[in-house]
């Protein structure tokens, strides 16, 4: 028996509509490696991916940045429990602190945005690139292929009539 190549329908049970990769379309799904997922990437697409990468990394920083100077205001108010410094020394230096906390936020919030959009752009012109690929392929094909298609709308439409 041949193998078949396509998808095929199987016949048991619950599964009779379901559709199952054969033969070479699982070998190559198996070998699917990181660089596939940017197989569609062209030059015009580095742009957006790099900002959105350098965006990501500078807002994930963040974070951290704001547990260190929280940790500062917290060392602020222990010195201040111990009587190292005096109410208003606190007062002046928790200011400092907060301002820069509240810059920090601001910061972390242009960040996300930007980073969010960027990824967004990113992920619209791989699915553009995808789409005009996959069209320009289904335009190279000859009409006989489209016409020994197994599965398919054409085939349930045929079955219709």
């Known amino acids: 028996m041949s193998e078949k190549v396509g998808y095929s329908r199987m016949d048991d049970g619950d599964r009779a509509h379901d559709l199952e990769a ?14 596939s997922l940017f197989s569609f990437t062209s030059r015009i697409h580095a742009l957006p991916f790099l900002l959105a990468l350098i965006l990501s990394v500078a807002s994930g920083i963040i974070i951290p940045a704001l547990a260190v ?6 060392d602020l108010f222990t010195s201040f429990g111990t ?3 005096s109410g208003s020394d606190l007062v002046s230096k ?12 601001c910061a972390s919030g242009i960040l996300n ?4 959009g960027l990824w967004l752009t990113f992920g619209e012109l ?3 690139s ?7 392929g289904m335009l190279d094909k000859d009409m006989d292929w489209y016409d ?14």
């Open 22 to 35: 054969s033969g070479n379309e699982n070998a190559s799904a198996r070998r699917a490696t990181w660089q």
């Open 69 to 74: 100077f929280l940790g500062e205001i917290f």
């Open 83 to 85: 009587g190292k410094i």
């Open 94 to 105: 928790v200011s400092r602190y907060g301002i820069l906390l509240s810059g920090l936020g």
């Open 113 to 116: 945005s930007l980073y969010y």
């Open 126 to 128: 791989q699915a553009k």
């Open 130 to 136: 995808t789409r005009e690929k996959l069209f320009d």
């Open 148 to 161: 020994m298609r197994k599965a398919g709308i054409d085939t349930l439409i045929s079955r219709l009539q």
